[in-house]
């Protein structure tokens, strides 16, 4: 009788060391998961490193593919085949061809030099009879012909006159307001140099290589002056450009990296911004290109001081205020969107299927809505979209709600489905009018040249620098927007700017004012 009471506290002892135990192979299991979903975390981002390093860089879905619906074991019910999905598959299968070479063709407006070709005297006789030969037509060949660059000097001479009777009035003539005065820049040489930097992301240094080719030694550092002194040329028309802008119903915005020297008070490899604002209607086709030292909301603000109208941007947070601040339209880019599912779809093992290929297919039938009814007027686009366009967007939101808690927030898929979540609300602001684009690429398209001069020229020596290039990329971007060939837009306006004094003159050289033709 007297060990009961050891039996007894063994036996707690004993249960107790199985609930430790127990709680400490729960902890072991629990530790276990979750260094699986951080290594299946780091083996996707290794994939994606990869897929960026070597893959393709296209965002283009194979047809086929992309009208599919694919099912999941979790979401039978939420990934059947959309009822609109028929209604654009012969719209958008494109069927089988080769494609034709493309000739090179010769433009009738160019100028034209005759070269005749002629037998020589003795052969214009017949051979048989002796008979004087007569001309009876001829046979024509075309041959493009190029004259590389050439220089030649302006030499002005301003006439001077004296009073022969009293001899104490002289006077001297004008010479028209220069682009930089007592500068050997020419107005053609300023927008050949500019254009072929702004538009042929042509660097300073391999123009100065160009010029010593044809004999003329031309300074690095002279030619980057010149281009300070044209960003400040052109800001009146950067003024008249940017109000015109905030006067209009849609702006697309957008901001890439641009890294400046010399910046006070910042490190030589601190990245810079450069922003963009891009407005697609036809009275006003512009981009206003804009360098801040930062990425803070602050600056897009400020740019859109005035803007009540409607702005499709990113999922970047920073334009989040000015759009409450103004109550501005706010809407969501589907490309955006789309490429997150794309990345995720990458890494996917060959052959496999899953939420990636559900949602690519999705935003793909969208854009099939909006391929068919590009050509519509704004109400009956309006019309459409709240016919088709909503219930495939009520589909999409429906699995997006069952999806997103099968997947791990931290991988691919979790980070689009949580992007797509995140960003809904601004995403189908865009059926709420047949104005409304559904993507921002009319932005991303007039920041491309800009990335692209980047590569070659790499970085700006000065904020005075960066903010030129701000300014001419703008002039140059918002000319070719409305049609018109850079150089000689640029020509124009280094010459006629100058000399403006009101602002009626300086509105006549806006890019829109000038489209019938460029003297």
Known sequence: MENKPDLLQENIDLQKIVADKDDIISAQEKSLQNKEKRIRILEEYILSLQQKQFGSSSEKQDVIQSELVFTEAEDTAEAE???????????????????????????????????????????KCCPHD??????????????????????RVLHHKRLKYACPCCENYLVTARKPSQPIEKSIASPGLLAHIATQKYVDALPLYRQTEIF?????EMDRTTLANWMVRCGAIVQPLINLIHERMLEQAILHADETRVQVLNETGRAAETQ?????????????????????????????????????????????AAYNAPCEKNSITHLACWAHAR?????????QKAGKTGKADQAIAFIQQLYGIEKSIKDKTPEEKYQLRQ????????????WLDKSIAHALPQSLIGKALHYLHEQWPKLICYVESGDYPIDNNAAENAIRPFVIGRKNWLFSASPKGAAASANLYSV?????????????????????????TSLEQIEALLPWNVKSGVD
């Open 81 to 123: 085949v959309p009822e609109q999905a028929d209604a654009f598959a012969d719209a958008t299968v494109v069927a089988e061809h080769k494609r034709k070479k493309k000739r090179a063709s010769i433009p009738k407006e160019l100028p034209r030099i005759e070269i005749i070709h002629d037998l020589p005297e003795g052969q």
């Open 130 to 151: 002796g008979a004087e030969l007569k001309p009876i037509g001829f046979e024509s060949h075309e041959q493009l012909d190029i004259i590389p660059a050439s220089v």
């Open 212 to 216: 010593k080719r044809i004999g003329v």
């Open 272 to 316: 810079s911004f450069m922003w963009v604002l891009r407005s697609t209607q036809p009275a006003c086709a512009a981009v206003l290109y804009h360098y801040d030292p930062t990425r803070s909301g602050k600056v897009i603000t400020e740019l859109l001081h005035d803007f009540d109208g409607a702005l499709m941007t990113d999922g970047y």
């Open 339 to 347: 490429r997150k599912f794309i990345e995720a779809q990458k890494i």
């Open 387 to 398: 016919t088709q366009s909503l219930p495939m967007l009520q589909k999409i939101k429906a």
């Open 476 to 500: 140059i971007e918002t000319a070719k927007a409305n049609g018109l060939e850079p150089y000689t837009y640029l020509r124009k306006v280094f010459s006629e700017l100058p000399q403006a």
